[in-house]
């Protein structure tokens, strides 16, 4: 039997067929990058307690999305944080800390790394170009930017590669790490693009499903 992996989603208005309406929904990249890699992808919604179901999965994708109450953190927001959804949130972080109780595999993208850094005690930078004077994290709106990303040995490893220029699109970042990360991959310009908790516990602030890569869905699923 295929591993099932849980993938967790939006919930936004969508547009379909003849309908508007409220929708829990993902990027179907995601589902087909877990499908390709081997594993049997389930989309987790913001509703109910998803976290009662971690003992049912063999592995758990925390997606991108919007930006972190940051309250959460103890911080004010800045102007340019927005989309927070705080359902999302709330159900987001009691998945995460359930499935790292339970030793599960984890692959955090974008929000997602935000979401464990935080989860794990860690905080954020609420607007990048604040820090690093530049814009090309997430260059317009739905545009992906392209920006090297210099890997640490173990994602090294797994790429065969020590540097990749990987579809970003990211205002936020890290700024304390949360309690065991470690950095796994930096961007030139300093900011934190990948941290590890353990193994089979990464997450990146790029977006692979946008590469089509499977590379980091293929170790979740297999190590």
Partial sequence: MRPVIGITCY???????????PAALLPFTYVDLVARAGGQPVI???????EEVVGRLDGLVIAGGGDIDPAR?????????GFIRKFRDESEFALTQAALDAGLPILGICRGMEVLNVVLGGTLHQHLP???????????????????????????DL????????????????????????????????????????ERVH????HP??????VLFRHLITG
């Fill in 73 to 81: 953190y103890g911080a004010a927001p800045h102007p340019a944080t």
């Fill in 44 to 50: 987790l919604p913001p509703a109910g307690e998803p």
């Fill in 11 to 21: 919930v936004e208005d969508a547009r379909f067929n003849a309908w508007n309406l």
């Fill in 209 to 214: 499903e946008a590469d089509d890569s499977d």
């Fill in 159 to 198: 790429y065969g590669v020590s540097e990749i220029v990987p579809a970003h699109y990211h205002h936020q970042a890290i700024d304390r790490l949360g309690a065991g990360l470690t950095v796994a991959a930096t961007a030139p310009d300093g900011t934190v693009e990948a941290v590890k908790l353990r």
């Fill in 130 to 156: 604040d820090l690093i004077g530049h814009t090309d994290h997430a260059p317009a709106p739905a545009t992906y930017g392209r920006v090297a990303v210099r890997l640490g040995p173990e994602l090294a």
């Fill in 203 to 206: 997450a990146v602030q790029w």
